[in-house]
């Protein structure tokens, strides 16, 4: 017999007129009887699932024709920022520890069919904790560039209302549409939805979401991948922890790291003589990616203002001191 949470799952997709969920749901089941060795079974299920997905499809379309749009799209407009990322993992500079954990994230998504199969589900659900500017917000882009899917960017000012409940409805769909749009959805600086609910000084709607997110986060059993990115892991509740499947930890790069990311920034200019790669690398130690990146930038910067045909490693290690200064 299947599980008793599926069956209940399915029907409760079904009721919803949540049609991604259902589908979901309904190959789950199928992988579950095939893995029993039920394979005629399961063939008659898959066989009845794609003849309902292609009786849904035709009368979405028509339903789309008629119906003015949706209010709870245009709201969701107002929550999401919709980006289709050009950038790969492959273009980032990460430590071996966190390329590691993406590259199995990645391989899980690419055999989603075959874990479905043996009723097991990809990594989708991730935490990424570090210092600013070290790559988790990228990390997001190039997670979605990879899979090709859109990067939806929550934003969390429209979420937090002022009125009680209207928050809530908001994070829902969110969620919502995970089922509907595969796509990538980062909540940025997730510390300002998640924080422990203990802080007495916490405001009341924001413990009201949290409790909301952990229990849509809790049922999502959605394809959308959903990345929770935060500076300061200490102020989240301790509940939130066992809803990821991976947190993945960004600690400031390495001296060889930064090296790297020289490089690659650094691509197509010359450097003037003076100092190495290696030595501005171990006078950078200390500082983010992005304030590494910003510190070529601005060394290419004055090159060109100064109609020089090579980049100063002088100025260039004035630049990356100068952002050490700014701590």
Do not use: W
């Not at 949470?5 to 079904?14: G, M, T």
């Not at 990424?128 to 969390?156: H, N, Q, S, W, Y």
């Not at 002022?162 to 997730?190: C, N, P, T, W």
Request: proline residues 3%; glycine residues 4%; aromatic residues 6%.
């Amino acid at each position: 017999m299947v599980a008793a949470e599926k069956i209940k799952a399915l029907l409760q997709s079904y009721g919803d007129e949540d049609d991604s969920r259902f589908y979901t749901t309904a190959m789950q089941i199928a992988a579950a009887e095939a893995k029993k060795g039920h394979t005629k079974l399961a063939e008659e299920l898959k066989g009845l699932i794609e003849k309902i997905k292609s009786k849904r499809n035709v009368s979405s379309v028509t339903k789309t024709r008629i119906l003015p749009v949706n209010e709870a799209q245009r709201e969701l407009k107002d929550l999401l920022e919709v980006y289709r990322p050009h950038i790969k993992t492959k273009d980032m500079v990460l430590t071996e520890q966190v390329s590691e954990a993406i590259t199995r994230i990645l391989s899980e998504q690419q055999k989603f069919d075959q874990l479905l199969q043996h009723n097991l589900e990809p990594r989708r659900k991730l935490m990424l904790v570090g210092p600013p500017g070290c790559g988790k917000t990228m990390t997001a882009k190039a997670i979605a560039g990879d899979l090709e899917i859109p990067l939806f960017i929550i934003r969390l000012d429209g979420l937090i209302s002022r009125y009680m409940g209207e928050s809530i409805a908001k994070l829902k769909l969110i969620f919502d549409s995970m089922y509907q749009h595969r796509a990538v959805y980062l909540f940025d600086e997730f510390d300002s939805i998640g924080s422990n609910r203990s802080y007495g000084n916490d405001v009341g709607e924001i413990k009201r979401v949290l409790n909301s997110f952990l229990m849509n986060i809790e049922k999502d059993k959605s394809n959308s991948l959903l990345i929770a990115a935060t500076n300061i892991p200490e102020s989240l509740d301790k509940a939130l922890f066992r809803r990821f499947d991976d947190i993945i930890q960004y600690p400031l790069p390495s001296d060889k790291e930064i090296a790297k990311l020289l490089k690659v920034q650094l691509k197509g200019y010359s450097l003037a003589k003076g100092k190495t790669i290696s030595s501005l690398s171990k006078e950078a130690v200390g500082l983010s990616f992005a304030d590494v990146s910003n510190a070529c930038k601005d060394a290419i910067k004055e090159m060109i203002v100064h109609n020089t045909d090579k980049v100063s490693s002088t100025i260039l290690l004035k630049f990356i001191k100068s952002k050490k200064t700014q701590f």
